[in-house]
């Protein structure tokens, strides 16, 4: 009997997405425009963190959720996609972004990276080493920070007590996990209006999961209030 061959099925690496979102208000950084479209060392801040994403090459895409009023962005680029599917809070818009990836052809099984455009200041090099770090992982991560200063908790305005910070994380974006998972995951939070759920891996979280804790930098910092920009503004200086 002559036997066919054994084919070995092609192990394609798992693909990653980036998804940024850029829906919020930025209530607290105080400006007239929505922070993330600020003029940050010559570009708007959105800009800066696009670059850094586009500077990846196992990134395939870059999905912006922007608001659905939003007319500060466009785009001219296929490796980039608008989506004006921004919500309320940030889990909404990332739960929307996420659905228009699978709707325009992702797998549940390929990898996103969900990430703040207002963190203007992530690297290239940073991207990398949580891609490295999660593809080696079943659950998936994200960029976090141990704390640099002693830890209080406070009562009525006054020192409660020092806590141990030894596994204290502050927790940054990029985080990435599997698309099915972290939507599952949101999903399951959706009637409570993600309460709770103030990242993806707070998400995972409450479905069981223990996200990889990868070190970032401190200058991976969201810009959040106003004297944010000068040194966002200083630091990428610096780098060009
Ligand atoms: N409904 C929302 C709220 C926030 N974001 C995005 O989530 C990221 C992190 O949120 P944060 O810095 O807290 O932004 P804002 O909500 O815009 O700021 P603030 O809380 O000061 O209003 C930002 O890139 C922001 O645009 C979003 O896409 N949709
Ligand atoms: C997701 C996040 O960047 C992790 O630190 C952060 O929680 C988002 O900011 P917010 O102020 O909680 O909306």
Known sequence: MTEAPLTIPPNPAPRCHALLPCAGSGSRAGTAAPKQYQPVAGLPMVLHTLAAFQAVDRIERCLVVVAPGDRFLSVDDPHIQLARVGG?????????????????????????????????????????????????????????????????????????????????????????????????????????????????????????QKPLLVPGSAQNFKVTYPEDFALAEAILRSRS
């Open 88 to 208: 309320s809070t940030r889990a909404a818009s990332v739960f929307h972004g996420l659905q228009a990836l699978l709707d325009s052809g992702a797998d549940a099984s390929d990898w996103v990276l969900v990430h703040d455009a207002a963190r203007c200041l992530i690297t290239p090099a940073q991207i990398e080493a949580l891609i490295d770090a999660c593809l080696a992982d079943a659950v998936g991560g994200l960029l976090a920070l141990k704390l640099p200063d002693t830890l209080k908790s406070e009562a009525g305005g006054r020192v409660a007590a020092t806590v141990d910070r030894s596994d204290k994380w502050l927790a940054q974006t990029p985080q990435m996990f599997r698309i099915g998972a972290l939507r599952a995951a949101l999903a399951a939070q959706a009637d409570t209006g993600f309460a709770g759920v103030t990242d993806e891996a707070s998400a995972m979280e409450l479905a069981g």
